[in-house]
T-cell receptor, first 111, second 110 residues
Framework: DAEITQSPRHKITETGRQVTLACHQT?????MFWYRQDLGHGLRLIHY???????NKGEVSDGYSVSRSNTEDLPLTLESAASSQTSVYFC??????????FGPGTRLTVL | RKEVEQDPGPFNVPEGATVAFNCTYS??????FFWYRQDCRKEPKLLMS???SGNEDGRFTAQLNRASQYISLLIRDSKLSDSATYLC???????????FGKGTRLSVIA
């Protein structure tokens, strides 16, 4: 069955380290998104992509980057992890019609 | 005005009750509307799309009021398993990503 996966599911890292969170979908969706979710803030969009080689900044993109080299993957990189980036990160994908399907999430703790 | 606003709740209702949530949106050009459900520590999952004519899926009914710019979700005969956070989702306009509300928390009590 087609699906969207994220790895790792849990990650503990130290301030200043580079961290990459993986997102992989097998639906062949053109659109992929990264969100973070924190108490009191709901889902906030970090970066998104509408196709290979396309990337766009969301509302909370500072300190994060993405690249889209194929349809299936949109890895999220934290260039230099900060404690403020401790959060739950969700990846999502969609085709046309806007309905987004989410991965299971990655819990990231930055110490 | 925030793009999508929801009452955070919590709504605490007994099993079997009917409960309704509203959600207001600010962009009158919005075209697509959805309700998502999110269980504690899990990913959001699409519950239903919201169509102009209103739509029903079992115990769940969604309605859109374009004139007043709100959507609603009605849950009849609430079950314990309906306890979750319900997210209102709207497309802002054009080729831009969806906008998510912060969610309304529902607790169904035995």
């Amino acid at each position: 069955d087609a699906e969207i996966t994220q790895s790792p599911r849990h990650k503990i890292t130290e301030t200043g380290r580079q961290v990459t969170l993986a997102c992989h979908q097998t639906w062949n969706h053109n659109n992929m998104f990264w969100y973070r979710q924190d108490l009191g803030h709901g889902l906030r969009l970090i970066h998104y992509s509408y196709g290979v080689q396309d990337t766009n900044k969301g509302e909370v993109s500072d300190g994060y980057s993405v690249s889209r080299s194929n349809t299936e993957d949109l890895p999220l990189t934290l260039e230099s992890a900060a404690s403020s980036q401790t959060s739950v990160y969700f990846c999502a994908s969609s085709s046309t019609g806007n309905r987004q399907f989410f991965g299971p999430g990655t819990r990231l703790t930055v110490l | 005005r925030k793009e999508v606003e929801q009452d955070p709740g919590p709504f605490n209702v007994p099993e079997g009750a009917t409960v309704a949530f509203n959600c207001t949106y600010s962009n009158s050009a919005s075209q697509s509307f959805f309700w998502y459900r999110q269980d504690c520590r899990k990913e959001p999952k699409l519950l239903m799309s919201v169509y102009s004519s209103g739509n029903e899926d079992g115990r769940f009914t969604a309605q859109l009021n374009r004139a007043s710019q709100y959507i609603s979700l009605l849950i009849r005969d609430s079950k314990l398993s309906d306890s979750a956070t319900y997210l209102c989702v709207v497309d802002s306009s054009g080729n831009t990503p969806l906008v998510f509300g912060k969610g309304t928390r529902l607790s169904v009590i035995a």
